[in-house]
C-alpha cells in the first residue's frame, strides 16, 4: 500500500483540506499528516490521518512517503513563518517521493503561469493528481 504524506503548518488548515478530500476519496493509500506544530498535526488527525509532529517527523515521513502533499512551503526553508526548516525541505525537495504542491503565495513564492483560483480549486486539483499517481 502506498503512503501519501500531508505535510503542513500553522493551524493546519490546509492540511486538513486535504486530509478530509483524501479520505472521502476512499483510496487504497495510508494517509499520514505531519504538522510542523501540534495544531497542525491536531487539525489533520481530526480529518483522519494518521499523525506526527515536527523537523524529524517530517523528515523521517518524507523518507518513507511515495507522494508528499502540501503548500508549496514545504520545499522551501524558513517558509511558513520560519516552521519548515532548511532540513524539512531538503528532505521534502530530495524525497524520492512524487511532490503535489499547493500553490499558496503567503510565504511571498510566486508560480508563473498559475492561474487565480480558490484554495478548495487547487485542493480538488490536487486530490485529481494524487488520485493519478496512485494508479
Known amino acids: 500500500?502506498?503512503?501519501?504524506?500531508?505535510?503542513?503548518?500553522?493551524?493546519g488548515g490546509v492540511g486538513r483540506a486535504l486530509v478530509e478530500k483524501l479520505v472521502a476519496a476512499?483510496?487504497?493509500?495510508?494517509?499520514?499528516?505531519?504538522?510542523?506544530n501540534a495544531m497542525a498535526t491536531n487539525a489533520m488527525l481530526k480529518a483522519g490521518a494518521l499523525g506526527a509532529t515536527g523537523e524529524n517527523a517530517a523528515i523521517v515521513n518524507a523518507r518513507k512517503a511515495d507522494i508528499i502533499v502540501g503548500p508549496m512551503g514545504i520545499v522551501l526553508a524558513n517558509s511558513m513563518m520560519g516552521e519548515v526548516s532548511p532540513?524539512?525541505?531538503?528532505?521534502?525537495?530530495?524525497?524520492?517521493?512524487?511532490?503535489?504542491?499547493?500553490?499558496?503565495?503567503?510565504?511571498?513564492?510566486?508560480?508563473?503561469?498559475?492561474?487565480?483560483?480558490?484554495?478548495?480549486?487547487?485542493?480538488?486539483?490536487?486530490?485529481?493528481?494524487?488520485?493519478q499517481l496512485l494508479q
Open 1 to 11: 500500500m502506498k503512503t501519501v504524506l500531508v505535510l503542513d503548518g500553522q493551524g
Open 87 to 131: 532540513a524539512m525541505a531538503a528532505a521534502v525537495g530530495g524525497a524520492d517521493a512524487a511532490r503535489v504542491l499547493i500553490p499558496i503565495t503567503q510565504c511571498s513564492t510566486y508560480v508563473a503561469g498559475i492561474s487565480d483560483k480558490t484554495l478548495s480549486s487547487f485542493i480538488e486539483d490536487a486530490v485529481e493528481k494524487i488520485k
Open 26 to 36: 476512499q483510496l487504497d493509500c495510508r494517509i499520514v499528516g505531519v504538522g510542523t
